[in-house]
């Protein structure tokens, strides 16, 4: 029997010379390669910003250790949050929503291709001009300077009296960069979901992924502006005189928290809706069953959006503010665990009752489902005006946010990729190494994270780069940073997976998994005009009405 040829995008074709391949993807507009770009892109930052966090945590692994100077801890502590927020977690949600929001919907392409490709180059030089300030920002000794104030940026460390040299003025263009390709990326991901839709495909019959995209990528538009006008203006006080978050000279340092947060709070959602995204996909494939509860998911990503957009300040329960202020964020807190609890309820009523498979995209699922009960748990707790005044600034705020955005965000990302990785190769990735992956990362997860709980109730301030030893904190640092020692292996067993079974895999063919979303309806990989002819819909289950014409789904829809 003849071995099934297909094409993997990025192997050696015969003919093809690598100039012609690099060539081509310098110029390209096709929403599949830049969607791949961006998340190879955003992978490649992740490692870099990774064995920051390896130097970072094995600093702090001993008590008066002098492993790393405090300069250099300051400017790896800064690169690594801001890499984290703006190099990995955004392009990977763009990378996402720009592979597989027209192969969902029935299209071809997005409906600003050449402003796609900008968007994408936006956000490769805004991470280039980060990472050039080591050899291109001056500091005092002359040689390059990396920023030292910090992913947060807060005033006065920004300041020309703090922060001299230019490592400052390279993270904000930086940023500013990168925030112009989330816009247009942003746009053209609301324009295409609303305009390009395939004949039958109403908005109550779009995945709930597309819906989750759109969601997210309103709030960018609506978030980041915050943002940038606050780094304008930093910008002015640095080089024009303005005097805007300048102490000395009548300015306010809460003001510069008041425009991060509004930017920063929701931002926590943009990175963790997609993650919701890829879980509303994938569970109710590997349950066997469709989603429970589709406009009550929709109505809560929704509310999620518009709540958290009006809880910035509960980041600032320690600045001062009124009692009424603090009543209303700690109230609009829990308001916002509302919605979300109503996903995690939908998705084990997706569960429940169904023919639940354990494969690796359903095993990382699972995984996310513990991880971000506990993260929502302590988000709670924090949300306590007199709980947050004891641990604010503590470890126990770089736990409950490392759950959030590495046992939640992380692993819908680890699923999405073991999920979708077959209809972007055509290759299967192999079980065996992700079996490894998830048990490695697992562990060292829970040993760098749940420890940072204790150590945080127990008085460690974060930010610090060593302490002194009978404090308490020996034991739970060393095993923090022997757990992010897991983590790391269990990382680099998802790259020699990506890599090995990028030619190597087990061919997987158009639908592997037997799923019933548009994508698995065209080839693995699909080809570059996505569909030969337009699909048409009539349910929320289009690939379920071609498998099962005796039980058409659109009879329940």
């Not at 700690?330 to 084990?348: C, D, Q, R």
């Not at 073991?418 to 829970?446: E, N, Q, S, V």
């Not at 799923?515 to 048409?536: C, D, G, K, Q, R």
Request: contains cysteine; proline residues 6%.
């Amino acid at each position: 029997m003849a071995t099934q040829e297909i094409a993997i995008p990025g192997a050696r074709q015969p003919g093809v010379s690598y100039i012609d391949r690099l060539h081509g993807l310098v110029v390209t507009v096709d929403h599949k390669k830049l969607g791949l770009m961006y998340i190879g892109t955003a992978i490649i930052f992740l490692i870099v910003a990774g064995l920051m966090a390896l130097a970072i945590r094995w600093q702090l692994a001993l008590p008066n250790n002098d492993l790393i100077q405090p300069d250099v801890f300051n400017r790896l502590f800064t690169m690594h949050g801001t890499a984290m927020v703006f190099l990995v977690g955004m392009p990977i949600i763009a990378g996402l929503g720009n592979y597989l929001v027209p192969l969902m919907i029935g299209t071809r392409d997005m409906a600003f291709p050449r402003l796609n490709a900008f968007g994408y180059w936006m956000f490769v030089f805004g991470g280039l001009l980060l990472y050039f300030s080591y050899v291109g920002a001056p500091g005092l000794s002359g040689h390059g300077s990396a920023p030292d104030i910090g992913w947060f940026a807060y005033a006065p460390l920004t300041g020309r009296a703090f922060s001299r040299g230019h490592s400052t003025d390279y993270w904000i263009l930086s940023l500013l960069l990168t925030s112009v390709g989330s816009t247009v990326s942003a746009i053209n991901v609301i324009v295409t979901a609303f305009t390009l839709r395939c004949r039958g495909m109403t908005l109550m019959r779009m995945p709930l992924f597309v819906w989750m995209m759109i969601v997210t990528n309103f709030m960018i538009l609506l978030a980041l502006p915050a943002l940038s006008a606050a780094q304008i203006m930093l910008l002015i006080d640095r080089y024009l005189g303005g005097r805007f978050f300048d102490t000395q000279a009548g300015g306010s340092a809460v003001l510069w928290q008041h425009f991060f947060w509004i930017f920063g709070h929701p931002e926590v959602y943009i990175l963790i809706i997609p993650g919701f995204a890829c879980l509303s996909e994938i569970i109710p494939v590997f349950s066997r069953k469709p989603i429970f509860g589709y406009p009550v998911m929709v109505g809560a990503t929704t509310m999620i959006a518009i709540i958290s957009l009006g809880v910035w300040a509960h980041h600032m329960f320690s600045v001062g503010m009124t009692s009424v202020g603090n009543t209303f964020f700690a109230i609009s807190t829990m308001l916002v665990s509302v919605p979300t609890g109503i996903k995690i309820f939908n998705w084990l009523g997706t569960m429940y009752g169904g023919k639940i498979r354990l494969d690796l995209p359903m095993i990382f699922c699972l995984g996310f489902l513990f991880q971000f009960l506990i993260a929502g748990l302590t988000g709670i707790m924090l949300g306590v005006a007199p709980f947050d005044w004891q641990l604010t600034d503590s470890y126990f705020v770089v736990a409950h946010f490392h759950f959030v955005l590495i046992g939640g965000l992380l692993y819908a990302i680890f699923a999405s990729f073991y999920y979708w990785y077959p209809k972007a190769t055509g290759r299967m990735l192999d079980r065996k190494l992700g079996l490894l992956h998830f048990w490695l990362f697992t562990i060292g997860f829970h040993l760098t994270f749940d420890t940072m709980h204790f150590s945080g109730l127990l008085g460690m301030p974060r930010r610090i780069y060593t302490y002194d030893a009978g404090r308490g904190w020996e034991t739970l640092n060393f095993i923090s940073s022997l757990g992010a020692l897991f983590q790391a292996g269990g990382i680099l067993c998802l790259a020699v997976n990506l890599l090995r079974s990028w030619k190597k895999g087990e061919v997987a063919g158009p639908d592997p998994w037997d799923a019933w979303t548009l994508e698995w309806s065209t080839t693995s990989p699909p080809p570059e005009y996505n569909f030969e002819i337009e699909p048409v819909v009539r349910s929320r289950r289009p690939l379920w009405d071609l498998k099962h014409p005796e039980d058409p789904d659109w009879k329940y829809d």
